[in-house]
C-alpha cells in the first residue's frame, strides 16, 4: 500500500474505534492544515457525513482568514459547528499578547475548551496533533485519558502495542485521541496535495512571509518563504531547518512550561 495511504487507513481505524467506543464524541477543529486534514479524514471514515460536532474554541483573536476558512468549509462540508469558548473572559478583557500567552493558553483556550466540554458533556475529543509538533506531543498516546478534571498525567499513559488502545473510560475520566500522532508536517501537506484539500490562504507566502501554523493574531507571526503553491511548499518542508511553530509565541516557552500547560488541558 502507497505511504500515505497507509497513513490514512491507520488513522481511519482509530477514528472508527473512537465512535464506537465513546458515548458523545466531538473533534476539536483549530482551522489548521492539521484539524482540516482530520476533519477530511472523519468524513472519509463516514462516507462523507461526520456523525458528530466539530468544535471551535474561539479567543476572539483568530485571524479574519480563519473565521472565514471555518464558516465557508462549515457549510460547504454540512458539519454540525459548536463555537464554544470562555466569552466571559473575553467580554472582560482577556486578551491574546506576545509578553502573555499565559493568559490567552490558560483563560481562552484551556478554560474554554472545559467549559464547553462541561456544557455539552463530551466525554472524549478528536485532535489533529503530531508527534513532531513539539516534544511534549511526542508523549501522548491515540487514546490519552485525562482526569475529571481535565489534568493530563503525561508519567502515566497506557502502552499502546500491536495497534491495541485503551479505549474504555473509567469513573470521572475524559479522553483525547490523536488520529495523527504517526503523521509529519511534510505527510500533511503530501496528503493535501493527493486529496486536493482546501487551504487557507495564510500557509501560501506573500511579500516573502507565509504562516507556517495558524493561532491567534497576536501571538502568531509569519516565516520568511517563498512557497506560494502547495508543490513549493513541499519542496521548502524537505530542506527548511526553520521549526513549524516558529513563529507561535507560546512555542518559544520552555518544555517544562509546555508540559505544565498540557497536563492542565491545554490543547
Not at 458539519?79 to 499565559?102: H, M, Q, R, W, Y
Not at 506531543?137 to 478534571?149: H, M, Q
Not at 519542496?235 to 526553520?242: M, P
Amino acid at each position: 500500500m502507497e505511504r500515505l495511504s497507509k497513513l490514512e487507513a491507520r488513522s481511519i481505524y482509530i477514528i472508527r474505534e473512537a465512535y464506537a467506543n465513546f458515548r458523545k464524541l466531538g473533534i476539536l477543529w483549530s482551522i489548521g492544515k492539521d484539524s482540516t486534514t482530520l476533519m477530511w479524514l472523519c468524513r472519509k471514515a463516514f462516507y462523507g457525513k461526520i456523525p458528530f460536532p466539530a468544535i471551535h474554541i474561539d479567543t476572539g483573536h483568530k485571524f479574519p482568514e480563519m473565521y472565514k476558512f471555518r464558516d465557508e468549509w462549515a457549510k460547504k462540508w454540512n458539519v454540525n459547528l459548536i463555537i464554544g469558548g470562555n466569552f466571559e473572559a473575553i467580554k472582560n478583557g482577556v486578551k491574546c499578547s506576545p509578553g502573555d500567552t499565559d493568559a490567552c493558553s490558560q483563560e481562552l483556550k484551556t478554560k474554554g475548551l472545559q467549559m464547553t466540554i462541561a456544557k455539552y458533556g463530551f466525554d472524549a475529543l478528536i485532535l489533529g496533533i503530531r508527534r513532531d509538533e513539539h516534544g511534549v506531543r511526542a508523549k501522548e498516546r491515540y487514546f490519552s485519558p485525562r482526569t475529571e478534571d481535565f489534568k493530563w498525567n503525561y508519567k502515566d499513559q497506557p502502552p499502546e502495542l500491536w495497534d491495541q488502545y485503551k479505549n474504555k473510560m473509567e469513573k470521572g475520566q475524559h479522553f483525547r485521541v490523536h488520529p495523527l500522532l504517526h503523521w509529519t508536517e511534510l505527510d500533511i501537506w503530501e496528503y493535501t496535495q493527493r486529496e486536493g484539500l482546501p487551504v487557507n490562504e495564510l500557509y501560501f507566502a506573500k511579500n516573502g512571509k507565509r504562516y507556517r501554523s495558524l493561532g491567534c493574531a497576536p501571538t502568531t507571526n509569519p516565516v520568511i518563504s517563498n512557497a506560494d503553491t502547495i508543490p513549493k511548499i513541499i519542496e521548502e518542508l524537505k530542506t527548511t531547518k526553520v521549526a513549524e511553530r516558529s513563529g507561535r509565541a507560546l512555542d518559544k516557552e520552555s518544555m517544562h512550561q509546555m508540559q505544565k500547560l498540557r497536563s492542565l488541558g491545554y490543547m
